[in-house]
């Protein structure tokens, strides 16, 4: 049998070169052997894809390794969402979350979600490249407490300020609370863009949003 540092050393090696398959037998293995699913995300699969993120920059890998490595990730979120998400909890609040128009990435903002369900909130996501009309008259329909939009480049941020401006011309900026985030985000962006939150990881999304509702 594996031994945990084995497991998380093997998960983030195989995440790194996008072996979905061995991703997903690790991540059973490790939770067969009673090891924290938080233990797998923040110690193996979110610092196995800032690696990919770094050797990205450095042009040592390229977009299909991003996007393998991607994927391995996603299959493990698939085994550890009902785990991260099942706390039983009474809902809280209702958050509407999307990534911005223009801009593919899911998986951090599937993180913020699966851990807001789990501290209780509803959350209803719009996926990704929402355009502003979509953020609008999903706020019209479901009326959430909170809307978070997700930004992960840098060409894709100055949609906030779109999404701000569009949701000023119909009337509705005052009747939700904004949140924003994504990794090149900022606090000073956030506060630029008019927004009422902003947050840089995904448990603390779950303190600001429930400091927002209060
Ligand atoms: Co892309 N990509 N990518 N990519 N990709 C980044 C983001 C990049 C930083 C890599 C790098 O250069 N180091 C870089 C952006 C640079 C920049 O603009 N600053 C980049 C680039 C350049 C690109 C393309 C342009 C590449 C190209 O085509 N030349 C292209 C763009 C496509 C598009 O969107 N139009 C592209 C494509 C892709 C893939 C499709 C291949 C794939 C996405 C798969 C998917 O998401 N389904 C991909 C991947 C996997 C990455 C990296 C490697 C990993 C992203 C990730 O999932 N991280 C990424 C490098 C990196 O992040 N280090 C990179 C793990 C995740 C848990 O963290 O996403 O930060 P993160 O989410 C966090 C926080 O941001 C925060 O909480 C989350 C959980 O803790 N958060 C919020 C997120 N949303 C929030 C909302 C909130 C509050 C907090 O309130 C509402």
Known sequence: MMTP???????????????????LGLTNDALQQGMEPQTLLFDALI????????????GDFFVPEMLIAGRAMAGAME??????ADTGVQTIGKFLMGTVKGDVHD????????????????????????PPEKFVAAIEEHQPDIVGMSAFLTTTMPMFKANMNALQKAGIRDEVIVMVGGAPVTQEYADAVGADGYAADASATVKKAKELIQ
């Open 5 to 23: 540092d084995e497991i998380l050393r093997g998960l983030y090696d195989e995440t790194l070169v996008g072996n979905g398959p061995a991703v």
């Open 47 to 58: 610092p196995s894809l800032e690696e990919v993120g770094a050797r990205f920059e450095r």
């Open 107 to 130: 998986i951090g903002k599937n993180l913020v979600n699966i851990m807001l369900e789990g501290a209780g909130f509803e959350v209803i996501d719009l996926g990704v490249q929402v």
């Open 79 to 84: 085994v550890l969402r009902p785990l991260l």
